[in-house]
């Protein structure tokens, strides 16, 4: 089982930028789909973001679609997420996770059901 270590969140203003990294420990996940979804307060937790293990495919929410870019590094065994043009309604706390099998495809958007392990969240706040 990967253990999942997200970094990167924090304070930021409307329309600001953040990149969220996250680091998979214990097993390599390069061969694995990579996840980003967030959760508010009193939510459920939302699907953000996904991409393929070779990194050229990708599929976003479309509340994030042309704002936030994921991204991986298979040599280092890490995923991103680019956060540009940041709204209020992006503060949540943003998980990172790893398919729980290597068949998830990313022709329709995946859901929690789809992923194995998680991170422990980091907060990103977007302030008016």
């Known amino acids: 089982q990967a253990q999942l270590v997200e970094s990167g969140g924090g304070l930021v203003q409307a329309g600001g930028s953040l990149k969220l990294s996250c680091a998979a420990f214990?097993?390599?996940?390069?061969?694995?789909?990579m996840g980003w979804f967030r959760q508010a307060p009193g939510k459920k937790r939302d699907f953000v973001a996904a991409?393929?293990?070779?990194?050229?495919?990708?599929a976003y929410a479309d509340s994030v679609k042309g704002r936030f870019t994921v991204s991986r590094d298979n040599a280092k065994n890490m995923v991103y997420l680019q956060m540009n043009s940041l709204k209020p309604e992006d503060t949540a706390v943003y998980y990172c996770?790893?398919?729980?099998?290597?068949?998830?495809?990313?022709?329709?958007?995946?859901?929690?059901?789809?992923?194995?392990?998680w991170g422990q969240g980091t907060q990103v706040t977007v302030s008016s």
């Open positions: 996770a790893v398919a729980g099998s290597l068949l998830l495809t990313l022709e329709t958007l995946p859901t929690t059901a789809d992923f194995g392990a």
């Open positions: 991409i393929n293990w070779s990194g050229d495919n990708s």
């Open positions: 214990g097993r390599t996940v390069t061969r694995y789909t």
